[in-house]
């Protein structure tokens, strides 16, 4: 490529006598000016000649082919040069790179707009040879940072690489006081995405050359590089030119080196300043990815040791921002910033980062901690704009939820914001992790981690525990009177088929933790509920939080007498709630025996609620609470049955003439006398086979009898019915009846010892068409057995 203009000045023929004679003939003092986009050369003057000889050698360092070389012959005066003749020549005319010399007619000046075109006349001609060749002196090389390949295609470009090259044919910005034309102290200025780099100044210069090397933090692939070429002064710049360079047009990773025209402001751009040339500027630019200007995560981030335990907490980095919304407007211009905060939140867990004063694109690097449990969580990112004197505003807002998290692999990207208005609010950097600490762990009781002796585990569990460890993200019952927020005074009640049990009063916490152990009776099966309400305490009297159901017959690991640990969500009143955790709403529940004993398995009892499918209601975000629950065998619960009704019978092939029965004990009985404290019952049981009746002892105020005693009853026929009935005794009047149940004589046929619980149904209710809605809370343990005497 021509890079290097030759123009030889022979000589000039003809031309106009510009000064007048006294005594002897007219003549001029030619002198010609040549110019190559603003660079002026002027030749030797010749003193009173109309046909002068010069034989002058200029050249120009050009390689625009839309360059074009002015020709201007003038007369030489004290006072200021008179104008002879013009001629021109495209360098378009020269790129064959070979000598062109020729004669060129001298015309008069350019007409300015408006001004009248006047007649023609001789001005003489010019005798000129120009050569436009290659000088590889003149080639400005590649810095080695352009020169160097592209090592990391694969990884995303976050730099534009900028070698400023030369520029040519600036305007003149600082005239002459005494003289046409002036100079300029150019220096160039590139911004991107907020970051900027600034030239050096070249001083009365309209053809600078800088061989300047400079570079940008750049990731978007939608921003765009300003470049603006200023006039330098003390009191301020002058504009002098400017032009964009799209960042997408760079994503092929090559260098891309050319000469760019240089645009007025798109607000100025009117007619007349779009005709005026402003001049070129030749830039070298590639986008591609450095590895030192990525922002490297804090240490601590990647410290995980513990990758075969189960995550318990969440590692955030806080990297950076961009393309913040402005919201402190500037009074002055049309500009403004913000004073940007970010808060991370997870289940009313929350941590906060500094605030960054007047930044729309800030760099924080900060690492938090959360807790966290499994991947159905979401982590809730907020980011406001800081007010010292008032409530902060919100800015915009984004969340992730953790199943994008893959095992312990680091989750960096950018989010986008959104503000109050569902509109784009900017991005923001950020990098996620799963890890363990040890310390974080909620260690269970002692009844939970002793496992249980041979013997006990070769007999039926009868007992259930019930750990209540802690809750998350309660709702806030007590709000602050003065700004927003507020606490609550959480507290459970657990009721497994009528035992119930009351938690601690947790103060001023939304995230209770509880840590409290209660034991259940649980000796006929695992199909029952576990119903856990949460209520804020309140000397008035305590606000509904919500509830929970466990259905214990989902809990397996429970089942083979495990610890198993559970999260549950609270639901309000009447929703029913599923296993926090479960991805389907529809969860299909498999029929299984209960590991009972370590020796074998027992048939579970046919459950009232529908176990083909559950479908689980959505309902309001009321938090949750996490159990830890084992079925075990304490032998304190256990009641030895006497010997004349579990021992061999001793004719066993004679026919069945008496009915052994014996009274085991009783559970969860109603009140049935209140008092100023309270309430008991003063039950007893009757039982009846046909016309024979026996009646066993009053246990007086006594909800949880036991009695262990033994009647024995004529036998009847297989159409019979055993009737038992409890009774509250009354010294002063007549016993109220508490429930009711019947055996028929069918299901003792087989003469095995029968021991079981039995549902209590109150009499009245019995008798209404809802019957089955009112009886699971009363319980009978009878053993019986048909035999021969």
Not at 287 to 306: G, S, T
């Amino acid at each position: 490529m021509p890079n290097e203009l030759h123009v030889y000045l022979v000589r000039a023929r003809d031309l106009e006598a510009m000064d007048s004679g006294l005594l002897g003939k007219a003549s001029s003092d030619p002198i010609v000016v040549l110019d190559v986009m603003g660079t002026s050369f002027k030749s030797t003057q010749k003193k009173k000649e109309l046909n002068p000889v010069w034989l002058e050698s200029f050249s120009w360092a050009v390689e625009d082919d839309e360059a074009i070389l002015e020709v201007v012959v003038e007369d030489y005066d004290l006072t200021g040069n008179d104008f002879m003749g013009r001629t021109s020549i495209p360098l378009k005319t020269l790129s064959d790179r070979k000598i062109h010399r020729q004669w060129h007619r001298l015309l008069g000046p350019k007409l300015k707009k408006g001004q009248k075109k006047q007649p023609v006349k001789k001005r003489g001609r010019i005798d000129l040879a120009a050569r436009w060749v290659h000088n590889p002196k003149l080639v400005v090389p590649l810095p080695p940072e352009l020169q160097a390949s592209e090592l990391h295609f694969d990884r995303p470009a976050n730099e534009v690489q900028i070698f400023l090259v030369r520029a040519a044919g600036l305007p003149v910005m600082d005239r002459h006081l005494m003289s046409k034309g002036g100079s300029s102290d150019p220096v160039v200025t590139f911004s991107c995405c907020g970051e900027k780099a600034t030239s050096s100044i070249k001083k009365k210069d309209l053809n600078p050359q800088w061989a300047e090397y400079h570079s940008l933090l750049v990731e978007e692939d939608d921003a765009e590089l300003l470049v603006v070429v200023e006039d330098y002064d003390l009191m301020g710049n002058d504009f002098m030119g400017q032009l964009t360079i799209d960042i997408k047009s760079l994503e092929d990773r090559r260098v891309d080196r050319r000469w760019h025209v240089l645009r007025p402001k798109p607000t100025l751009a009117k007619k007349k300043e779009e005709e005026k040339k402003l001049g070129k500027l030749e830039l070298a630019i590639r986008w591609k990815h450095n590895p030192e200007r990525v922002i490297q995560l804090p240490e601590a981030f990647h410290h995980d040791d513990l990758l075969d335990q189960p995550a318990n907490y969440l590692q955030i980095c806080l990297v950076r921002a961009r393309k913040l919304k402005i919201m402190d407007k500037s009074r002055l211009t049309s500009g403004g910033s913000s004073d940007p905060l970010v808060h991370f939140m997870i289940d009313g867990e929350s941590v906060t980062s500094t605030t960054k004063k007047k930044n729309l694109r800030p760099i924080w690097r900060e690492y938090f901690e959360l807790p966290i449990e499994d991947e159905q969580q979401t982590l809730h990112l907020k980011m406001e704009d800081y007010e010292a004197l008032s409530a902060n505003q919100v800015m915009g807002r984004c969340h992730v939820a953790m199943s994008h998290l893959k095992g312990r692999e680091t989750f960096r990207k950018w989010l986008e914001l959104v503000d109050e208005d569902k509109k784009d609010a900017g991005w923001v950097e950020i990098a996620l992790r799963w890890a363990h600490d040890p310390q974080r762990v909620l260690d269970l009781p002692e009844e939970f981690t002793e496992p249980e002796t041979e013997d006990c585990l070769s007999k039926e569990a009868n007992e259930l525990l019930v750990c209540l460890l802690r809750g998350k993200n309660l709702p806030v019952m007590d709000k602050n009177l003065i700004g927003g927020g507020g606490s609550s005074d959480p507290c459970a009640f657990l009721n497994l088929d009528g035992e119930k049990r009351k938690s601690r009063v947790v103060k001023k916490s939304i995230n209770p933790q509880w840590m409290q152990t209660f034991r259940f009776p649980c000796d006929d099966g695992l199909n029952v509920t576990l119903q856990v309400d949460v209520e804020d305490y309140d000397l008035k009297g305590n606000d509904f939080m919500g509830q929970c159901g466990v259905y214990l017959g989902d809990l397996h690991e429970v089942e083979e007498r495990r610890v198993e640990r559970v999260w549950y969500a609270l639901a309000p009143e009447g929703v029913k709630t599923e296993r926090y955790g479960k991805k389907e709403e529809t969860v299909k529940k498999q029929q299984r025996g209960s590991r009972r004993s370590k020796g074998g398995k027992k048939q579970r009892r046919s459950s009232t609620i529908d176990e083909d499918e559950v479908t689980v209601k959505k309902g309001p975000n009321l938090g949750r609470i996490e159990f830890a629950l084992r079925w075990v065998h304490n032998p304190d619960l256990v009641v030895t049955l006497p010997d004349q009704i579990s021992r061999d019978e001793v004719h066993p092939d004679e026919e069945a003439n008496s009915l052994l029965i014996t009274l085991v004990r009783c559970r969860n009985l109603p009140v049935m006398d209140t008092g100023v404290f309270g309430g008991s019952s003063d039950p007893y049981c009757v039982i009846r086979v046909g016309d024979e009746r026996v009646k066993s002892t009053v246990r007086k105020k006594d909800l949880n009898p036991v009695w262990v005693e033994s009647f024995e009853l004529p036998n009847s026929d297989k159409d019979a019915k055993v009737v038992f009935e409890v009774l509250d005794y009354d010294a002063y009047g007549t016993s109220d009846p508490i429930g009711r149940f019947a055996l028929p004589f069918l299901a003792l046929a087989d003469r095995k010892l029968m021991r079981r619980w039995f549902v209590l149904k109150d009499q009245v209710r019995d008798r209404c068409p809802f019957a089955s809605f009112a009886s699971m809370a009363w319980r009978a343990e009878v053993a019986s057995m048909a035999s021969r005497r």
